[in-house]
């Protein structure tokens, strides 16, 4: 499981989901890719010589810890959770969370309440103001649109999306196209997005992610939603904001 948990984002193509979207595929389209991309490279030579089983790890069975639907907790979803609590908010506390996840009855979970709660108020708060926040969903929006312009007027090729973040980066530089240099310019400035709800210049709805995590108490499984009324109401409150979308307007920041 845990070569399975390094390997399966190998598919993505060049900035992940947003390649996805300038291709017009969704945000599973990476997972319908694995086997392609892992038969393609050396990575079954180099699992024979470990001594691993390749169908295996091919399969989408008996994971249970790598990934589960929302709102279970599982590895990935705390994964990158916890990277971005260290990354860009606290990395100490990042590292106290991790040392409460434990693997209990084939399932992730925390050991205690405290920090589930912790855990669930820092997603909660991530989801609608950091990686959901208007900002970060307006970038996305510009730059999926910009590729996908670019794929049009031939500036990219889908082969370019086999190929790293810079090389993309790279080609959208070089171009002369008023289009995508005036997106680049947007996105190379502190822009602060502006609510409008009337007729914004962008309106793009985001992925709503939400989860219930579990912990163990004395021997029993439980959810915050089961024991925690206050989570409850957080939960509604930012399903409510995410479900809105995002409709703004880009103002450069004056700082």
């Known amino acids: 499981e845990r070569i399975k948990g390094l390997l399966h984002d190998t598919p993505h193509l060049a900035m992940a989901h947003i390649g996805e979207w300038a291709l017009g ?28 089983n390749l169908d295996k790890i091919l399969s989408d069975d008996g994971f249970d810890l790598l990934e589960r639907d929302i709102p279970e907790l599982c590895a990935d979803r705390v994964d990158y959770s916890l990277r971005e609590i260290a990354l860009c ?13 434990i693997n209990y009855e084939g399932r992730i979970r925390f050991d205690t309440k405290a920090p589930a709660q912790k855990f669930g108020n820092w997603f909660l708060a991530m989801q609608t103001g950091h990686w959901g926040s208007p900002r970060v969903v307006a970038i996305f929006d510009i730059l999926s649109k910009t590729m996908k312009y670019a794929l049009d007027k031939g500036v990219l090729v889908p082969e370019d999306l086999e190929k790293t973040d810079k090389d993309v980066a790279d080609k959208l530089f070089a171009s002369t196209l008023p289009y995508i240099q005036k997106s680049l310019s947007i996105l190379g400035t502190n822009f602060e997005p502006k609510e409008n709800l009337i007729d914004p210049q962008i309106k793009a709805m985001k992925k709503v992610r939400h989860i219930d995590p579990s912990y163990v108490e004395k021997g029993k499984v439980y959810t915050l939603t089961e024991t925690d009324p206050e989570y409850c109401k957080s939960l509604e409150w930012h399903r409510s904001v995410n479900a809105k979308g995002v409709n703004v307007d880009l103002y450069p920041s004056c700082t």
Do not use: W
């Open 89 to 101: 908010y606290n990395k100490t506390e990042a590292r106290e969370l991790a040392s409460h996840v």
């Open 25 to 52: 595929k969704d945000e599973s389209f990476h997972d319908t890719r694995f086997k392609q991309v892992i038969m393609g490279s050396e990575i079954p030579s180099i699992l024979e010589k470990y001594g691993q």
